[in-house]
């Protein structure tokens, strides 16, 4: 980053090299399939567009793309100032988001978990008519219940802590059947396996869900 530039931002920290998330780039190629000549998705909590720009180098060039991000009101109207496109929208709520179709995509990476009611939110993501979701970087752990605990950032990045769920993947599978989704696939979250200071394990993890 000599040059004052970096390859690629998440949760507002830079790094060198880009990290691609296979799961997905293959869930979006997979609902391409459905829709070859449009893609839209919805990226709840997709701070600046910074997936997008790690999945768009992937995705046919021929394709037209809509990708609306929908963040807190400071950073979405830092996305319309200074990176909003063509393609990469920012929107401040869910209830400003025009309408999606059957053959789009909603994408929550690493969001859930800082919510103050995630099921809830789920819920009204599962309202719009996207046919696929994929839930990214979420702590889960085997338990019936879900835990509320404290994270603290490590310092080497900031010196900062914030509420966070540990979800229970039981119900959260429980409350995706419920709200119309088939789980097709799980897969490891790039955070990995830990456990709280009373010994609760679990691991950050990501799954792909189509509507029934």
Known sequence: MTSGQAAFERDSILF????F????????????????????VTDFGGSLGSTYRQCRPFLPSPMRVLWRVIEQPAFADAGRREFATDELQFFASLSE???????SVTLASSVLQYLEDPF????QL????????????????????DRLCIQH?????????YPCWILSRSKLLSRLAESGWQVLGEFPGLEGAFSTPDRVSFEFRGLIAVRK
Request: no cysteine; net charge negative; aromatic share 4%.
């Open 16 to 19: 060198d090299e880009p990290e």
């Open 21 to 40: 998330s296979f799961p997905i780039l293959a869930t979006l190629l997979r609902a391409g399939v459905d829709s070859p000549q449009m893609l839209e």
């Open 97 to 103: 988001l025009p309408a999606t179709s059957a053959q």
């Open 120 to 123: 809830g939110v789920l819920e």
């Open 153 to 161: 950032v490590p310092k080497t990045i900031y010196d900062a802590s």
């Open 126 to 145: 599962s309202a719009h008519a996207a046919g696929h979701m994929i839930i990214d970087r979420t702590p889960m752990s085997d338990q019936s219940h």
